[in-house]
């Protein structure tokens, strides 16, 4: 059964970079879409972005293209960056495997 | 972007009673490769998604049988047989034919 484990900075200052990153465990790393989610305060769930193994992306254009979703293929782990954040990307951030496996959610909060 | 509209915006559901919940996508979300690609979440207080149905009517794997989905081209439902305590939570519908995958804005289900 795969396993999403995900970590990164919870606090940052408005201009900064979020980086989050997601290792996979069990099951092959690649066949898959690598997903990144987010859900802000009292809102819904917004699609990030996604990358398959080889590093073919997509994007949601709402972030202006602030967003990059890396892959590591030899750690079996794929990451997060948004730049320039300011307060309306604090939210909780979801990793997963396509939309069917997700890790745990961290916890960002974008704060002077 | 396809627009998703979830209705009704919260439900209160006396256990053992049936609920269902409306998704609404603003274009057929039938694909040329024959699929329907609408999706059902649950989203549990301080849990990751969960993906209950893929395709319109496909239970994910271990989504029990009282989880049912129909519709087709830009009416879909989500249908509880009886709902109980474990089942709260907010549900969510998602579009996966066009890029960004959009959700709706989700039903919150309480039980009575």
């Known amino acids: 059964q795969v396993q999403l484990q995900q970590w990164g900075a919870g606090l940052l200052k408005p201009s900064e970079t979020l980086s989050l990153t997601c290792a996979v465990y069990?099951?092959?790393?690649?066949?898959?879409?690598w997903t990144w989610i987010r859900q802000s305060p009292g809102k819904g769930l917004e699609w990030i972005g996604d990358s398959n193994d080889s590093g073919n992306t997509n994007y949601n254009p709402s972030l202006k293209s602030r967003a990059t979703i890396s892959v590591d293929t030899s750690k079996n782990q794929f990451s997060l960056k948004l730049t320039s954040v300011t307060a309306a990307d604090t939210a909780v951030y979801y990793c997963g495997r396509g939309i069917s496996r997700w890790g745990q959610g961290t916890m960002v909060t974008v704060s002077s | 972007d396809i627009v998703m509209t979830q209705t009704p915006l919260s439900l209160s559901v006396t256990p053992g009673q049936p609920a269902s919940i409306s998704c609404k996508s603003s274009?057929?979300?039938?694909?040329?490769?024959?699929?329907?690609?609408l999706y059902w979440f649950l989203h549990k207080a301080g849990q990751s998604p969960q993906l209950l149905i893929y395709?319109?009517?496909s239970r994910f794997s271990g989504v029990p049988d009282r989880f049912s989905g129909s519709g087709s081209g830009t009416d879909f439902t989500l249908n509880i047989g009886r709902v109980e305590a474990e089942d709260v939570g907010v549900y969510y519908c998602m579009q996966g034919k066009h890029l960004p995958l959009t959700f709706g804005g989700g039903t919150k289900v309480e039980i009575k």
């Open positions: 274009q057929s979300l039938l694909h040329s490769d024959g699929k329907t690609h």
């Open positions: 395709e319109v009517s």
């Open positions: 069990g099951g092959s790393f690649t066949d898959y879409y």
